[in-house]
């Protein structure tokens, strides 16, 4: 498995979870990360990107709650997912992507749910 991610489970709306993902690329340290979500019926969406240059991009949804990092010599990605919502409920995949590439890698997904 190239990308392992971790830590999914169960939490109260309001509370918290983190999510981790660790990569077996030996180009991770120069790759861009990110994480995508699907719930049931519905589209994978984009979650939280972070590039190879420290840039930051979160979709609305989350923006304020969730915070990805990335520590290069883990070889490991973060979602630190604060005030849970029920409607976070989904998988999260952690993906992975060369510079000038589209997301190439990904993971096989974490279940999140929250219950209200």
């Known amino acids: 498995v190239q990308l392992q991610a971790s830590g999914g489970g169960s939490a109260q709306a309001g509370g918290s979870l983190r999510l981790s993902c660790e990569s077996s690329?030996?180009?991770?340290?120069?790759?861009?990360v990110g994480w995508f979500r699907q719930s049931p019926g519905k589209e994978r969406e984009f979650v939280a990107g972070l590039g190879w240059d420290g840039v930051t991009d979160y979709a609305d949804s989350v923006k304020g709650r969730f915070t990805i990092s990335k520590v290069n010599d883990k070889q490991t990605v973060y979602l630190q997912m604060n005030s849970l919502k029920p409607e976070d409920t989904a998988v999260y995949y952690c993906?992975?992507?060369?510079?000038?590439?589209?997301?190439?890698?990904w993971g096989q997904g974490t279940q999140v749910t929250v219950s209200s």
């Open positions: 690329y030996r180009t991770f340290r120069y790759d861009s």
């Open positions: 993906v992975e992507k060369r510079i000038g590439r589209g997301w190439q890698y």
